[in-house]
């Protein structure tokens, strides 16, 4: 008799793939993967493929002992990683100043390579922690003593780590199959700092120097000495060709000649290019024959603006095609060592800048600069919907930075925006960053104590992880006893935060500004919530929205510290911390859609336009919706989510989006549906409503989605009520002073718990900090609800 899971056949079907979400930040790797059985696990590594931990033993030989290593990990699971003993003191022990035994960092090179790792070899390891080393030098194992901080790293990316962890694999086996989704900060990092491949940018004859120009804006409107940022790209062509206003050619292009200076970029060592072209928006003949000669030249990576951007305005399709030749390589790079690592039947997608998912060969360096915190807000509309709230405010607060973004029922996206000092034509989600995260650097200017933008990252990380780095957040909240070092995920050292601290007052005190402990702490608090409220107030007060009216939604690794100060200065009174508030990113990424956009440019008079909207809606709709069943979504499933319109009045610059046709609800006479939508979304902007001035119509944009594109809440254990929950603990903690703080375990709160601040609640990946004057309730499916007293 055949089984129950037998075909005609006889064959058994394979079991279903993992389903693996992994969101890379700048200093943690987080991932959440669900198996066939619907079971849940998780995971949460560094950002540099490393694990912390202690020595828990003194060395027996060959072999250690180690405590703090995630547990029911297989034999030999460690087996090829590489062990790197930590300066047990925190301060810097070698020439580099690192604290530890080498000086080289596990991470991505120039050019997206990845650095081999150093230290002592691991040759075995059993599930109860402890391994068997290679043969390890003297002074290291000396220092393997009872107590030391060490890592072990491993020579793959932090998502295929995330993945063995996860799914309990051994670097010596294959992955089982897996349908991976990954967000990542990789080339936002790579950005920043400068570490993309050398690129040329390919232009029409007479504008050469359109990106040194730019648009002529001064950040510092009163600087004496104006410093530019240098150009990303290293050499610039400059081609006779041109193409009038309406695309007709006014000088054709000789490809031979583009292809004789393609050779000699190659033999200057630079073999990726951006073309951009005056007006190819209109027509993209030429750009496409540039690109085409440039690759016979040998060039590998070529990227047009035309199909990049096709929309009016050189200097921002320009710097957008720049910044996807300069990031292709190293993302590219990246991405190929983490498929490469996926075995046979896996598939990847990764999240793109406007919180949709798009598969490996689809995607483009200049959609993932805002990959991860799109996922964030993802995952916090998700669970918004899931407590019952619609309007709210995204509030992720990771190692590096904190990203904020509002949800009113659906996403704001935004069509240019800024990264660093580049700027983009690409859809992304409405999201503003600040560099104010755990990792931010408390430092002393010689006037004044600072919070941020420098970050201690990954490596070497906050003083207290005890690898020499310097006083972080995460430092301050740890000496004011709002975290628990049991309870962290990594083995701190509060005696190393304390020596960071003491350096900090003593540089004041030397500057003649000395400053108490109990008075510095706190205000460094107050500095980075203080630069966390005003990014909200940049996403809401300053577009026309009281954030009094929606509900924070905190998450990140230490998102749930500082909500209820950040909710107070802006005038918030509900704060929802999720179930997984550490992992809510990656979470994102299961509740994502697989998306596409498709747009036009029309720069019309919209009563001109009456017409044909219609027909120009259906035809992109055709587009994105065609682009999502290329991607494997069935036909019946594909259906078009949003009907974005551009418009502004004749004669200014600035433009509003607007949602024509919501719901798939498309009035017949569209011109003056779009047109009402404008002149209401105008009033709320800017307080009133110019008379007597046409509008024009800028460009159309659409969004189709796989028709699981849904945001109601997924299914969640409903917790049963229980009896009141008395506290875990108590710890001296700092509010407003020092005082015993009762400390509650997350998993022990049911549904309806009521707990009154002052009061501590510690989980796997995060902590709540309760303060005076606010309650706490446990809802339907497991969030806190923290409420401030009206």
Same mark, same amino acid.
């Given at each position: 008799?055949? $089984?129950?899971?037998?075909?005609?056949?006889?064959?058994?079907?394979?079991?279903?793939?993992?389903?693996?979400?992994?969101?890379?930040?700048?200093?943690?790797?987080?991932?959440?993967?669900?198996?066939?059985?619907?079971?849940?696990?998780?995971?949460?590594?560094?950002?540099?493929?490393?694990?912390?931990?202690?020595?828990? %033993?003194?060395?027996?030989?060959?072999?250690?002992?180690?405590?703090?290593?995630?547990?029911?990990?297989?034999?030999?699971?460690?087996?090829?990683?590489?062990?790197?003993?930590? +300066?047990?003191?925190?301060?810097?022990?070698?020439?580099?100043?690192?604290?530890?035994?080498?000086?080289?960092?596990?991470?991505?090179?120039? $050019?997206?390579?990845?650095?081999?790792?150093?230290?002592?070899?691991?040759?075995?390891?059993?599930?109860?922690?402890?391994?068997? !080393?290679?043969?390890?030098?003297?002074?290291?194992?000396?220092?393997?003593?009872?107590?030391?901080?060490?890592?072990? &790293?491993?020579?793959?990316?932090?998502?295929?780590?995330?993945?063995?962890?996860?799914?309990?694999?051994?670097?010596?086996?294959?992955?089982?199959?897996?349908?991976?989704?990954? @967000?990542?900060?990789?080339?936002?990092?790579?950005?920043?700092?400068?570490?993309?491949?050398?690129?040329?940018?390919?232009?029409?004859?007479?504008?050469?120097?359109?990106?040194?120009?730019?648009?002529?804006?001064?950040?510092?409107?009163?600087?004496?000495?104006?410093?530019?940022?240098?150009?990303?790209?290293?050499?610039?062509?400059?081609?006779?060709?041109?193409?009038?206003?309406?695309?007709?050619?006014?000088?054709?292009?000789?490809?031979?000649?583009?292809?004789?200076?393609?050779?000699?970029?190659?033999?200057?060592?630079?073999? *990726?290019?951006?073309? %951009?072209?005056?007006?190819?928006?209109?027509?993209?003949?030429?750009?496409?024959?540039?690109?085409?000669?440039? &690759?016979?030249?040998?060039?590998?990576?070529?990227? !047009?603006?035309?199909?990049?951007?096709?929309?009016?305005?050189?200097?921002?399709?320009?710097?957008?095609?720049?910044?996807?030749?300069?990031?292709?390589?190293?993302?590219?790079?990246?991405?190929?060592?983490?498929?490469?690592?996926?075995?046979?039947?896996?598939?990847?997608?990764?999240?793109?800048?406007?919180?949709?998912?798009?598969?490996?060969?689809?995607?483009?360096?200049?959609?993932?600069?805002?990959?991860?915190?799109?996922?964030?807000?993802?995952?916090?509309?998700?669970?918004?919907?899931?407590?019952?709230?619609?309007?709210?405010?995204?509030?992720?607060?990771?190692?590096?930075?904190?990203?904020?973004?509002?949800?009113?029922?659906?996403?704001?996206?935004?069509?240019?925006?800024?990264?660093?000092? #580049?700027?983009?034509?690409? =859809?992304?989600?409405?999201?503003?960053?600040?560099?104010?995260?755990? +990792?931010?650097?408390?430092?002393?200017?010689?006037?004044?104590?600072?919070?941020?933008?420098?970050? *201690?990252?990954?490596? =070497?990380?906050?003083?207290?992880?005890?690898?020499?780095?310097?006083?972080?957040?995460?430092?301050?909240?740890?000496?004011?006893?709002?975290?628990?070092?049991?309870?962290?995920?990594?083995?701190?050292?509060?005696?190393?935060?304390?020596?960071?601290?003491?350096?900090?007052?003593?540089?004041?005190?030397?500057? +003649?500004?000395?400053?108490?402990?109990?008075?510095?702490?706190?205000? !460094?608090?107050?500095? *980075?919530?203080?630069?966390?409220?005003?990014?909200?107030?940049?996403?809401?007060?300053?577009?026309?929205?009281?954030?009094?009216?929606?509900?924070?939604?905190?998450?990140?690794?230490?998102?749930?510290?500082?909500?209820?100060?950040?909710?107070?200065?802006?005038?918030?009174?509900?704060?929802?911390?999720?179930?997984?508030?550490?992992?809510?990113? #990656?979470? $994102?990424?299961?509740?994502?859609?697989?998306?596409?956009?498709?747009?036009?440019?029309?720069?019309?008079?919209?009563?001109?336009? +009456?017409?044909?909207?219609?027909?120009?809606?259906?035809?992109?709709?055709?587009?994105?919706?065609?682009?999502?069943? @290329?991607?494997?979504?069935?036909?019946?499933?594909a259906a078009v989510r949003r009907r974005l319109a551009e418009l502004r009045f004749t004669g200014q610059e600035s433009a509003l989006e607007v949602e024509i046709g919501a719901g798939g609800d498309v009035r017949h006479d569209l011109a003056a549906a779009a047109g009402d939508a404008f002149a209401e979304r105008y009033r709320e902007r800017y307080g009133y409503l110019p008379e007597g001035r046409e509008i024009e119509l800028?460009?159309?944009?659409?969004?189709?989605?796989?028709?699981?594109?849904?945001?109601?809440?997924?299914?969640?254990?409903?917790?049963?009520?229980?009896?009141?929950?008395? =506290?875990?603990?108590?710890?001296?903690?700092?509010?407003?002073?020092?005082?015993?703080?009762?400390?509650?375990?997350?998993?022990?709160?049911?549904?309806?718990?009521? !707990?009154?601040?002052?009061?501590?609640?510690?989980?796997?990946?995060?902590?709540?900090?309760?303060?005076?004057?606010?309650?706490?309730?446990?809802?339907?499916?497991?969030?806190?609800?923290?409420?401030?007293?009206?």
């Amino acid at each position: 008799m055949k $089984g129950s899971g037998e075909g005609s056949s006889g064959a058994v079907p394979a079991p279903a793939p993992w389903r693996v979400w992994v969101d890379t930040g700048g200093t943690f790797t987080d991932g959440v993967a669900v198996n066939g059985d619907g079971r849940v696990r998780r995971a949460k590594v560094l950002s540099s493929s490393a694990l912390r931990a202690r020595v828990a %033993a003194a060395p027996a030989g060959r072999r250690v002992e180690l405590a703090g290593l995630p547990a029911g990990l297989p034999e030999d699971f460690f087996a090829g990683w590489r062990l790197v003993v930590l +300066g047990s003191s925190g301060e810097a022990a070698g020439p580099g100043g690192r604290g530890e035994e080498r000086v080289e960092v596990s991470g991505a090179a120039p $050019g997206g390579r990845r650095e081999p790792v150093d230290g002592i070899e691991v040759a075995g390891s059993s599930p109860d922690g402890r391994l068997e !080393l290679a043969e390890p030098a003297a002074e290291a194992r000396a220092r393997l003593a009872e107590g030391a901080r060490v890592e072990l &790293r491993s020579d793959e990316e932090a998502p295929v780590v995330a993945a063995r962890l996860l799914t309990r694999t051994p670097a010596s086996q294959p992955l089982p199959r897996l349908a991976m989704r990954l @967000a990542t900060t990789r080339g936002t990092n790579a950005l920043l700092e400068r570490r993309g491949a050398p690129v040329a940018l390919v232009v029409t004859r007479g504008f050469g120097d359109v990106l040194a120009i730019g648009d002529q804006r001064r950040p510092e409107l009163f600087a004496l000495a104006v410093v530019k940022p240098r150009p990303l790209y290293a050499a610039v062509v400059e081609v006779d060709e041109r193409l009038a206003a309406d695309g007709s050619v006014l000088e054709a292009l000789d490809p031979e000649t583009v292809e004789a200076a393609g050779r000699r970029l190659v033999a200057d060592g630079i073999d *990726a290019a951006a073309v %951009a072209f005056l007006h190819a928006y209109a027509d993209p003949r030429h750009e496409r024959a540039a690109g085409e000669a440039l &690759r016979r030249a040998g060039l590998r990576r070529v990227a !047009l603006s035309s199909e990049l951007a096709p929309l009016i305005g050189l200097l921002p399709r320009a710097e957008t095609a720049v910044v996807d030749a300069y990031l292709a390589e190293v993302l590219t790079g990246y991405l190929d060592r983490v498929s490469g690592a996926l075995g046979p039947g896996s598939t990847l997608h990764v999240m793109t800048s406007a919180g949709g998912l798009v598969r490996l060969g689809e995607f483009r360096a200049k959609d993932s600069l805002l990959s991860g915190p799109a996922g964030g807000v993802v995952g916090a509309a998700r669970a918004g919907r899931a407590s019952g709230f619609r309007r709210v405010i995204a509030f992720d607060m990771g190692g590096t930075s904190t990203d904020v973004a509002r949800f009113d029922g659906d996403y704001e996206y935004v069509f240019e925006h800024r990264v660093g000092d #580049a700027r983009l034509l690409a =859809p992304a989600l409405a999201i503003e960053s600040v560099a104010a995260g755990g +990792g931010s650097v408390c430092g002393f200017d010689g006037a004044a104590f600072t919070v941020g933008p420098g970050s *201690a990252g990954a490596d =070497p990380g906050p003083a207290c992880y005890g690898a020499g780095g310097p006083l972080t957040l995460t430092d301050v909240d740890l000496l004011l006893g709002r975290l628990d070092p049991d309870r962290f995920g990594l083995p701190l050292d509060p005696d190393a935060a304390e020596r960071a601290l003491e350096r900090l007052l003593a540089a004041a005190a030397a500057a +003649g500004r000395p400053a108490e402990r109990e008075r510095a702490l706190p205000g !460094l608090l107050a500095i *980075a919530d203080e630069r966390m409220a005003e990014a909200i107030r940049r996403i809401s007060v300053r577009r026309g929205y009281d954030p009094a009216g929606y509900v924070l939604v905190a998450f990140g690794g230490a998102g749930a510290q500082h909500a209820c100060a950040v909710a107070g200065l802006l005038g918030i009174l509900t704060v929802l911390v999720p179930r997984d508030a550490g992992l809510l990113s #990656a979470l $994102g990424l299961g509740a994502a859609v697989i998306e596409r956009f498709a747009h036009r440019q029309v720069l019309m008079p919209l009563a001109e336009c +009456g017409g044909r909207l219609a027909g120009w809606l259906d035809e992109l709709g055709g587009e994105a919706r065609r682009a999502v069943v @290329a991607e494997g979504v069935p036909e019946r499933e594909a259906a078009v989510r949003r009907r974005l319109a551009e418009l502004r009045f004749t004669g200014q610059e600035s433009a509003l989006e607007v949602e024509i046709g919501a719901g798939g609800d498309v009035r017949h006479d569209l011109a003056a549906a779009a047109g009402d939508a404008f002149a209401e979304r105008y009033r709320e902007r800017y307080g009133y409503l110019p008379e007597g001035r046409e509008i024009e119509l800028v460009a159309l944009r659409l969004a189709a989605s796989s028709a699981d594109a849904t945001l109601e809440p997924a299914a969640e254990e409903l917790r049963a009520p229980g009896s009141p929950t008395s =506290p875990t603990a108590r710890r001296r903690a700092w509010f407003d002073g020092w005082g015993e703080t009762p400390v509650y375990d997350r998993d022990a709160l049911r549904t309806g718990a009521r !707990l009154a601040g002052p009061a501590l609640v510690f989980e796997a990946h995060s902590a709540t900090v309760l303060p005076p004057g606010w309650s706490l309730i446990v809802d339907r499916v497991g969030a806190l609800r923290l409420e401030a007293a009206r």
